[in-house]
Protein backbone atom coordinates (compact mmCIF):
# COMPACT_ATOMS: atom_id res chain seq x y z
CA UNK A 1 0.00 0.00 0.00
CA UNK A 2 1.04 3.38 -1.03
CA UNK A 3 1.16 6.85 0.45
CA UNK A 4 1.62 10.15 -0.42
CA UNK A 5 1.54 12.76 2.27
CA UNK A 6 2.43 16.12 0.84
CA UNK A 7 2.93 19.23 2.75
CA UNK A 8 4.39 22.47 3.14
CA UNK A 9 1.40 24.62 2.08
CA UNK A 10 0.17 28.14 3.91
CA UNK A 11 -0.85 32.04 3.23
CA UNK A 12 2.03 33.63 1.55
CA UNK A 13 1.67 37.59 0.37
CA UNK A 14 2.51 38.60 -3.44
CA UNK A 15 6.42 38.31 -4.01
CA UNK A 16 6.09 35.37 -1.14
CA UNK A 17 8.21 31.86 -1.19
CA UNK A 18 7.10 28.75 -0.10
CA UNK A 19 8.65 24.77 -0.67
CA UNK A 20 6.90 22.27 -0.51
CA UNK A 21 7.33 18.67 0.10
CA UNK A 22 6.09 14.98 -0.48
CA UNK A 23 7.28 11.89 0.96
CA UNK A 24 6.25 8.61 -0.47
CA UNK A 25 5.90 5.34 1.69
CA UNK A 26 4.73 2.05 1.80
CA UNK A 27 5.60 -0.98 -0.20
CA UNK A 28 7.75 0.99 -3.04
CA UNK A 29 9.71 -1.32 -5.72
CA UNK A 30 10.81 1.69 -7.66
CA UNK A 31 9.22 5.88 -8.17
CA UNK A 32 9.58 6.91 -11.93
CA UNK A 33 7.53 10.18 -12.19
CA UNK A 34 7.03 12.68 -9.87
CA UNK A 35 5.07 15.86 -10.19
CA UNK A 36 3.42 18.89 -8.93
CA UNK A 37 -0.34 19.74 -9.86
CA UNK A 38 -2.61 22.17 -8.49
CA UNK A 39 -6.03 23.50 -8.94
CA UNK A 40 -7.24 26.74 -8.12
CA UNK A 41 -11.44 27.07 -7.15
CA UNK A 42 -13.44 26.39 -10.26
CA UNK A 43 -10.51 25.80 -12.23
CA UNK A 44 -9.08 22.49 -13.76
CA UNK A 45 -6.26 20.79 -12.12
CA UNK A 46 -3.28 21.59 -14.11
CA UNK A 47 0.35 20.62 -14.00
CA UNK A 48 2.79 22.75 -12.20
CA UNK A 49 6.27 20.86 -12.62
CA UNK A 50 7.40 17.10 -13.15
CA UNK A 51 10.19 15.17 -12.72
CA UNK A 52 11.89 11.81 -13.98
CA UNK A 53 13.69 9.61 -11.23
CA UNK A 54 17.07 11.08 -13.88
CA UNK A 55 15.91 14.43 -12.71
CA UNK A 56 15.16 15.12 -16.28
CA UNK A 57 12.03 18.38 -15.16
CA UNK A 58 9.16 19.79 -16.98
CA UNK A 59 7.32 22.71 -16.27
CA UNK A 60 4.00 24.70 -16.87
CA UNK A 61 4.56 27.74 -19.43
CA UNK A 62 3.10 30.08 -16.37
CA UNK A 63 6.02 29.08 -13.86
CA UNK A 64 8.39 31.23 -16.30
CA UNK A 65 11.75 30.59 -13.78
CA UNK A 66 10.17 31.21 -10.07
CA UNK A 67 9.21 27.62 -9.11
CA UNK A 68 11.92 24.33 -9.11
CA UNK A 69 10.96 20.88 -8.79
CA UNK A 70 13.77 18.33 -7.10
CA UNK A 71 13.83 14.91 -5.70
CA UNK A 72 15.45 12.84 -3.12
CA UNK A 73 15.53 9.16 -4.31
CA UNK A 74 16.49 7.77 -1.39
CA UNK A 75 13.74 9.87 1.12
CA UNK A 76 11.17 8.22 -1.56
CA UNK A 77 10.47 12.70 -1.68
CA UNK A 78 9.29 15.91 -3.97
CA UNK A 79 9.87 19.27 -3.27
CA UNK A 80 8.62 21.74 -5.01
CA UNK A 81 10.45 25.41 -4.06
CA UNK A 82 8.37 28.58 -4.84
CA UNK A 83 9.36 31.84 -5.27
CA UNK A 84 8.10 35.60 -6.26
CA UNK A 85 4.25 34.23 -5.56
CA UNK A 86 1.16 35.66 -7.06
CA UNK A 87 -2.19 35.55 -6.23
CA UNK A 88 -2.78 33.19 -9.52
CA UNK A 89 -0.59 30.73 -7.84
CA UNK A 90 -3.30 30.38 -5.05
CA UNK A 91 -4.95 26.60 -4.67
CA UNK A 92 -4.73 23.39 -3.47
CA UNK A 93 -1.38 21.57 -4.66
CA UNK A 94 -0.93 17.72 -4.91
CA UNK A 95 1.95 15.63 -5.43
CA UNK A 96 1.66 12.31 -7.75
CA UNK A 97 4.25 9.74 -8.19
CA UNK A 98 4.26 7.00 -10.85
CA UNK A 99 5.10 4.15 -8.30
CA UNK A 100 5.79 0.35 -8.95
CA UNK A 101 5.03 -2.11 -6.32
CA UNK A 102 3.60 -5.42 -7.58
CA UNK A 103 2.46 -3.48 -11.11
CA UNK A 104 2.67 0.36 -11.96
CA UNK A 105 0.13 3.10 -10.99
CA UNK A 106 -0.58 6.63 -9.98
CA UNK A 107 -1.06 7.95 -6.58
CA UNK A 108 -1.90 11.52 -5.26
CA UNK A 109 -1.26 12.70 -1.88
CA UNK A 110 -4.66 14.49 -0.45
CA UNK A 111 -3.31 18.25 -1.01
CA UNK A 112 -1.64 21.05 0.77
CA UNK A 113 -3.31 24.83 0.61
CA UNK A 114 -1.26 27.39 -1.18
CA UNK A 115 -2.89 31.50 -0.90
CA UNK A 116 -1.34 34.03 -1.99
CA UNK A 117 -2.46 37.46 -1.04
CA UNK A 118 -2.60 40.80 -2.45
Known amino acids: QVQLVDSGGGLVQTGGSLSLSCAAS????????MAWYRQAPGKQRELVASITRGGTTTYGDFVKGRFAISRDNVKNTVYLQMSTLKPEDTGVYYC????????????WGKGTQVTVSS
Open 96 to 107: NARVFVTTWGDY
Open 26 to 33: GSISRITD
